[in-house]
């Protein structure tokens, strides 16, 4: 999985969302600014048309939950939108799954935003001309999630 930002920055700059939590909010969590990093898998010629949200806390500077998310409803996968079992997750992961399920991803548009990310990322993995194919050769293969080679669906 490559995140989004790395690929396009400009991009990700406008376009990476963050949920702000006050005091008193219906999810039962810390107060606390939440950003979305989406992420992606950079196999060329797969198109597992999924994304991956890491829930970054702002007051903790750390990952506190790993979403993986489908765009659309897989026969193979029994839930849509499920907390990664092979990335980082902490006491807080089932609430923010609630947060980003159930409302997060209600929102169309930004849901639409996502599947443009998906697809400009593919493009780029896809076209070996692609300007961010340099990015892509420089990443480490410890970047690549276990996941993505060891199942049908990366
Ligand atoms: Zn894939």
């Known amino acids: 999985m490559v995140p989004f930002h790395l690929l396009f920055p400009e991009v990700a700059r406008l376009e990476t969302r963050a949920v702000i939590l006050l005091d008193t909010n219906p999810f039962s969590l810390p107060p606390d600014t939440y950003g979305l990093v989406d992420l992606y898998c950079e196999q060329s010629g797969c198109d597992c048309r999924r994304v991956m949200l890491n829930v970054v806390s702002d007051k903790a500077r750390r990952q506190v939950a790993t979403i993986n998310h489908g765009f659309e409803p897989s026969p ?4 849509q ?4 079992p092979l990335n980082p997750q902490t006491d807080l992961s ?3 799954l609630r947060l980003v399920r159930d409302h997060v991803l209600r929102d169309e548009a930004y849901v639409a935003r996502l599947y443009q990310h998906y697809r400009m990322l593919k493009d780029a993995v896809n076209d070996p001309r ?8 420089a990443l480490p ?3 690549r999630s276990p996941r993505s080679r060891k199942t049908r669906r990366h």
């Not at 193979?76 to 839930?79: F, Y």
């Not at 939108?81 to 990664?84: A, S, Y």
């Open 76 to 79: 193979l996968e029994p839930e």
């Open 81 to 84: 939108t499920f907390l990664d």
């Open 94 to 96: 089932l609430r923010l």
């Open 130 to 137: 692609h300007p961010a194919q340099k990015v892509l050769r």
């Open 141 to 143: 293969s410890l970047r």
